[in-house]
């Protein structure tokens, strides 16, 4: 089939990837002239496994182009992706600017029959908006197709989803259907509403079912209980499940901080209290400020103190540095003079954006050079295989805290982490 996808952010170009990689010819348009240059030259704006390669394998093929012109990516398919941003707004609504532009654009772009796909999440209500913004006088079918993908294992998430939801009417998701044929999947085709609530319900869920988690922890840390045992036995039960159980500095990342706030917001405009997620929010919170004054009651006066951090991005395999932990965990130590050398294996170059005047390493050894602690804030599967004599000799003190419970102990330290008890 021949589709667009109009915004090439994350989701826009997985999606156009991924696409493309089960046999559609896609149009990738932006409005940004260097991200769609670079893109043109093979050249990814964001780092994320698998995708160069099939994008430029694609490329090759002939399946995937990118462009700056909107009215050719429209002309050229029967299907269009608006996979344009969703930032929020301070109050916590959504903002639907782009969404809005882009209908707009191409309802006054074509006047042939197309299927819009509204990729992007967008609170309850926006596809009502989008027909409106594209124009009564198009005949325009509206799909909410919300995405699941996890950054760091897009490509994957995208070609074998957990479900494949499809909000419209039946001509439209039967289309759709035909679009995800090669992938092997539950499709849920339902009404364009209950899609929209489906996204914003299930990252609310997630984040609910790690704040619930971070909590437990807590008792965990004032008894002898340790929290990896606790999260296994509640999690062997299937109807709760084992994943998203980890304890540890809590979420972070583009999705979970702001889709629980618009979820929230959707639901005070609508009369609800969504306090459930308000409490969510706020346990995550505290679980940085927590981990920070673990560290405090550790090494006691920060000032002048030297803790060599690794791991900066929200998570591992990402250079994604939005809301991560790392932030709000640095500068309470830098409030309080303590200097701060860090490493991260891709996120380095966000984390300078984010963290001013942040000194890194190219390295983990670099990094604790006569270092008073170390400190561990992304799970990094390279942090699993640290050569810890080498690290004895390097620290000052023998002392890691962990805020990703990594490991069980470590022999020779003293081993600090999340809802269990010190090892030393
Ligand atoms: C999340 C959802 O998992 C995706 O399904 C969704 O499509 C995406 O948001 C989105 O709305 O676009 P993502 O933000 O990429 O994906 O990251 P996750 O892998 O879900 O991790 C989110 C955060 O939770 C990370 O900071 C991670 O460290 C933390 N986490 C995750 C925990 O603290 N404990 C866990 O057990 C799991």
């Known amino acids: 089939?021949?589709?667009?996808?109009?915004?090439?952010?994350?989701?826009?170009?997985?999606?156009?990837?991924?696409?493309?990689?089960?046999?559609?010819?896609?149009?990738?348009?932006?409005?940004?002239?260097?991200?769609?240059?670079?893109?043109?030259?093979?050249?990814?704006?964001?780092?994320?496994?698998?995708?160069?390669?099939i994008i430029k394998d694609e490329m090759k093929k002939g399946r995937i182009e990118f462009t700056l012109d909107c009215k050719e990516a429209i002309d050229k398919s029967e299907?269009?992706?608006?996979?344009?941003?969703?930032?929020?707004?301070?109050?916590?609504?959504?903002?639907?600017?782009?969404?809005?532009?882009?209908?707009?654009?191409?309802?006054?772009?074509?006047?042939?029959?197309k299927t819009i796909v509204i990729k992007s999440t967008v609170p309850v209500g926006t596809s009502k908006k989008v027909k409106e913004w594209l124009g009564e006088k198009n005949k325009f079918e509206v799909v909410n197709n919300p995405e699941f993908l996890r950054e760091g294992t897009a490509i994957k998430d995208f070609l074998e989803p957990d479900r494949i939801v499809i909000g419209g009417s039946e001509k439209a998701c039967s289309l759709l259907k035909e679009v995800y044929a090669p992938i092997d999947c539950p499709v849920l085709c339902t009404d364009n509403e209950s899609a929209e609530i489906i996204k914003y319900a299930s990252n609310s869920f997630l984040a609910t079912?790690?704040?619930?988690?971070?909590?437990?922890?807590?008792?965990?840390?004032?008894?002898s209980a340790n929290i990896k045992d606790v999260a296994k036995g509640v999690g062997m039960d299937s109807r709760i499940g084992s994943k998203f159980?980890?304890?540890?500095?809590?979420?972070?990342?583009?999705?979970?901080?702001?889709?629980v706030d618009s979820f929230i917001y959707t639901a005070r405009e609508k009369g609800l209290d969504f306090g459930l997620f308000e409490e969510t929010h706020k346990i995550n919170k505290e679980q940085r400020i927590m981990f920070f004054e673990k560290i405090k009651k550790e090494l006691g006066d920060l000032n002048g103190k030297k803790i060599a951090v690794l791991g900066l991005a929200f998570k591992p395999n990402t250079d994604d540095m939005r809301e991560a932990p790392?932030?709000?965990?640095?500068?309470?130590?830098?409030?309080?003079?303590?200097?701060?050398?860090?490493?991260?294996?891709?996120?380095?170059e966000n984390a300078k954006k984010s963290i001013d005047g942040l000194k890194t390493y190219p390295n983990i050894y670099e990094t604790m050079d006569n270092a008073d602690v170390l400190v561990i804030l992304t799970d990094w599967a390279e942090f699993r295989e640290m050569d810890f004599s080498k690290i004895k000799k390097l620290l000052k003190n023998p002392l890691i805290i962990d805020g990703r419970n990594m490991f069980e102990k470590i022999e020779g330290f003293r081993y600090v982490s999340i809802g269990r008890k010190t090892k030393e």
């Open 1 to 53: 089939m021949k589709i667009s996808v109009i915004g090439a952010g994350y989701v826009g170009l997985v999606t156009a990837a991924g696409l493309s990689k089960i046999g559609h010819t896609v149009v990738c348009q932006d409005i940004d002239k260097e991200k769609i240059a670079e893109l043109k030259k093979g050249q990814m704006p964001i780092y994320e496994e698998g995708l160069e390669e």
């Open 79 to 113: 299907i269009i992706f608006i996979a344009v941003g969703t930032p929020p707004l301070d109050s916590g609504e959504t903002d639907l600017r782009y969404i809005e532009s882009v209908s707009k654009e191409i309802g006054g772009k074509t006047k042939a029959d």
């Open 209 to 223: 079912k790690i704040s619930f988690i971070n909590l437990v922890s807590r008792l965990c840390e004032k008894t």
């Open 245 to 259: 159980l980890m304890a540890g500095l809590g979420y972070g990342g583009s999705c979970f901080p702001k889709d």
């Open 326 to 348: 790392s932030i709000d965990i640095l500068k309470m130590l830098r409030k309080e003079k303590a200097e701060i050398h860090a490493y991260d294996p891709i996120a380095e």
